[in-house]
């Protein structure tokens, strides 16, 4: 166990590596708009939300639906905070130019130099997106997480819907542009920054799966009568889960929005929380790896290999009366229904990329269950 | 010695049924003491309002003189009071390694002696560290759910049914070991419908029903007991 974890660590690193310095070349080479670009950023935003909704569902068995919603507040928070002061006459034009006068990009540019201030601005406007989200969870929390299962998701999704509509509020408009669009807010930049931003609270989560309060959730997760007679304060435990995972889920809605570039309350649906469930189911509930992987597979399927269903062309194949609007999204059913049918634990199981690198003695997981 | 766990006239109630109606009883330290009765008859209610699972409508429980009403489950496993749950309960898609971690959930010192001290007790254990417990037999996972709970380092361990669905050869081992356990210091209370292996092996006893305390005594006496037989020894008189 131990003689390989060096092994392993080494090969994870190389891994990682390829990756980034695959996106720092395609940074280089592409322009900004390329499709690859976008498919890489959008992903890397999708897979820190389905790993922050999966350590709620996966790894402590919490089934939450609320995640546009947590998303929904970082992306506000983010917009609100780094519009720049003189585009904001524009963007609020019907509210006076909003109440917010001012933009922490440009406050921290002026302490610490245009471009570091800008990037650190933008990061603590990301985070206080986050600190939103889990502080709103922390309130909704209180009487929300004395729900089980089903009763939970219903009262979460509830939250998201409510908080939607909340923002189109035409009272709140100097705040959140009522139902208008918060735009002209600037992005981190290329698909390597967003890799190493999103990397790094992937990596944040990791370490939480795989300390002492990772093995409590997932104590709660497997038995929560076990959990709570040796000792651990339930409550307690899924309030930090569920408010951990609202922390980052702002975070990566913050980061969708850099990347959409507008932000709407109305584009936070709760068919993106289901986007973001399906991601996570296929992936496998309980495996980090999944998630991130599935969400690479689903969102460059969707947004760039598959287009070609839509406009006439697939694979060579002309076929205009077949291939044209929403066939694509057919063909994404056929594929999803497979998967469910033939991964029944979705692709990694509950098993990480370390351990498909550990030799076989080791790896019991994922191997026959007898109860 | 003194007594390490007092029960004073404990009354609990689901909805408006009464499951415990009014019972005394004392531990006494270093001791095996049992409850035995038939379904129903409120044992596990009894050791539930102990840990702090369930709360009772009235009396009082001590525990080394001080009052276990109105603290929290967590609070009263770090006063040294730890609960094996009846079925096992082991987390199974954890590995035995972490299930005996999370026993430890609580302790801030070093566990690293106590997992040794473990795996002595439960060399099977040892083999299976990397295994997950849902793939243990079911005597493993019993071994897996004690040694969790000695993981706490407990002054007082109660055991819900241990030996349910086991078989009898794997009984007579956990009841081994839970005299083993004894030996090293630690006072157990035990719930048991196995009421003949549990008479056996504890120094007192006591006999419940519908709620209240039928009878208590040592163990061989109360084994010797017609009633007893009749009723839970499966003998005629």
Known sequence: ?371 | MANILEIKNLVVSYGGIEAVKGIDLTVEEGKIVTLVGSNGAGKSTTLKSIAGLVKPKSGDILFNGQSLLGKSTDQIVSTGVTLVPEGRRVFANLTVEENLRIGAYLRKDSIKEDMEEVYKLFPRLKEREWQLAGTLSGGEQQMLAVGRALMAKPRLVMMDEPSLGLAPLVVKGIFEIIKEINRQGITVLLIEQNANMALKTADWAYVMQTGTILMQGEGKELLENEEVKAAYLGKAK
């Not at chain 1, 990037?119 to 209180?142: E, K, S």
């Not at chain 1, 649906?269 to 296929?282: A, C, F, G, H, R």
């Not at chain 1, 066939?327 to 994404?332: G, Y």
Request: net charge positive; glycine share 12%.
């Open chain 1, 1 to 371: 166990m131990k003689k390989n974890n060096k092994r392993e660590s080494i090969i994870i690193a190389v891994i990682l590596l390829v990756v980034l310095a695959v996106a720092f070349y395609l940074d280089a080479k592409l322009p900004s708009y390329h499709i690859a670009i976008k498919v890489i950023k959008k992903a890397a935003v999708y897979s820190l939300v389905a790993v922050s909704m999966n350590l709620l569902n996966g790894f402590t068995g919490l089934f939450s639906l609320g995640q546009a919603g947590f998303m929904l507040l970082g992306a506000y928070a983010y917009a609100v905070l780094s519009i720049p002061v003189d585009k904001r006459a524009g963007v609020y034009q019907y509210f006076n130019g909003g109440i917010v006068k001012f933009s922490l990009p440009e406050v921290f540019s002026g302490i610490l130099g245009q471009n570091v201030g800008s990037v650190v601005g933008m990061i603590v406007a990301l985070m206080i997106g986050g600190l939103i989200a889990a502080l709103v969870a922390y309130l909704i929390g209180l009487p929300v997480l004395r729900l089980k299962s089903d009763y939970l998701a219903i009262a979460t999704l509830g939250f998201a819907e409510i908080v939607r509509a909340f923002f189109q509020w035409n009272a709140l408009g100097p705040l959140t542009n009522g139902s208008n669009l918060l735009k002209s807010y600037p992005d981190l930049g290329g698909a390597s920054s967003y890799l190493i931003l999103i990397g790094l609270f992937i990596a944040i989560i990791l370490l939480l799966v795989n300390s002492t309060y990772g093995r409590a959730f997932k104590a709660i997760r497997d038995d929560e009568i076990a959990a709570e007679a040796m000792g651990i304060n339930l409550a307690h435990h899924k309030r930090l889960a569920f408010i951990i995972s609202s922390f980052f889920a702002g975070v990566g809605g913050g980061m969708l929005a850099m990347y959409m570039g507008t932000v709407q309350a109305l584009s936070f649906k709760s068919t993106m929380t289901y986007e973001i469930l399906l991601i996570v189911v296929i992936g496998g509930i309980g495996s980090i790896t999944g998630s991130v992987i599935t969400s690479f597979l689903y969102i460059a399927s969707l947004e760039w290999l598959l287009r070609g269903l839509d406009s006439g062309e697939f694979l060579g194949i002309q076929a205009p009366g077949l291939f044209k609007n929403g066939f694509r999204m057919a063909v994404v059913s056929v594929i999803i229904m497979c998967v469910v049918l033939f991964f029944r634990k979705g692709i990694m199981g509950d098993r990480e990329l370390s351990d498909l690198l550990k030799s076989k003695k080791h790896t019991s997981k994922g191997g026959a269950r007898n109860g």
